[in-house]
């Protein structure tokens, strides 16, 4: 058996990039073969695919080739015997990511030009055998976001609109889905990937309301690039959300607590916006209606407003404007409320308007 380096490994080696992870495939092991690996501490990862992880946490892969037995992306069967080096390189999505590395000899193995593709800045499918599997068609609009000096090959680009208007994309899970989103969503400029899914076609099936104009996909990457980053996906699919319909989760997974945030800051936009030309009660009563507290409290705030900030809908200003508010708000002292019930002082019915009663008197403070 012989073992060679594939994959991202290569191509980031090339391209002069720090490799993230080791991946080999084998190339004609046996029984005895596998059964060395195993003694050895090498774990089969999954059950559909000859796949090993070793002691050290790199993958190894028996060389495969796979025949597509059905729609979407776990329409296949897959075939190990006999397997040469060439035929698992044809089988891999782009040409950049089709180079073996023979580290014994110090050779590159590359039968499908991924190289040259390299060096002009071109993302180009290997074969015929990228239509067969639709997880590829947001693989692609995924290194293109990576790559964003890199074009998509017009034989390429018209390979995935075909696989798009085909319907065969419609049979991807909203889990995986999802999973490519979140990934691309780490990339530096995420826009790139929302902008190459709808040239194809993609985003009005599974974002039929999202407008994808270059003032949207600037917006996405100037949240990107600006934003605190544990708020990064919560804002880009607020973006994506922000005309949408409710059953999204029909075509893409995404968490609820996304969906959640988007449906908020679409709610309170309008009060948070022209909040300086509230009266003291209606400050108040969106703060009530913000409920910040169960939200997760000042830092919630701080979120929401860094949003709108992002979007450049508010200034620096008004936000802390905002927060000195809310700060008076929550600091307000209440009395008894149950001993002022349980004394007559107080009927129960009148609790609300009491509490919001006290806290307008003291905010009024603010603007004396």
Known sequence: MKKYLVGGYCRDRLMGLKPKDKDYVIVGANESDIKYLESAGYKQVGVDFPVYLSPKGNEFALARVERKTGNGYGGFTVETKGVTLEEDLSRRDLTINSIAYEPLMGIHIDPFKGRDDIKNKILRHTSSAFSEDPLRVLRLARFATRFQDFTIHSDTEQMVIDMVQSGETDYLVPDRVYVEFKKAFSEEKPGRFIKVLNDIGYIPKVL????????????????????????????????????????????????????????????????????????????????????????????????????????????????????????????????????????????????RDFVQNTRYQEIKKMFI
């Open 208 to 351: 039929p309301k999202f407008k994808c104009t270059k003032k949207n996909i600037e917006l996405i990457d100037y949240i990107s690039m600006n934003c605190t980053e544990q708020w990064k996906d919560y804002f880009i699919w607020s973006v994506l959300l922000q005309d949408e319909i409710t059953n999204i989760e029909s075509k893409i997974r995404v968490p609820q607590k996304y969906i959640k945030f988007s449906y908020f800051v679409d709610r309170m936009k309008e009060n948070i916006k022209t909040f300086r030309k509230k009266s003291v009660e209606e400050m108040c009563d969106i703060l009530f209606d913000m409920n910040i507290k169960n939200n997760g409290g000042e830092e919630f705030l701080y979120k929401v407003l860094e949003y709108f900030i992002l979007r450049k809908e508010i200034d620096v200003d008004l936000e802390d404007l905002i927060i000195k508010v809310y700060d008076r708000y929550d600091s307000t002292v209440i009395p008894d409320i149950q001993e002022m019930v349980k004394t007559g002082e107080l009927d129960p019915k009148d609790i």
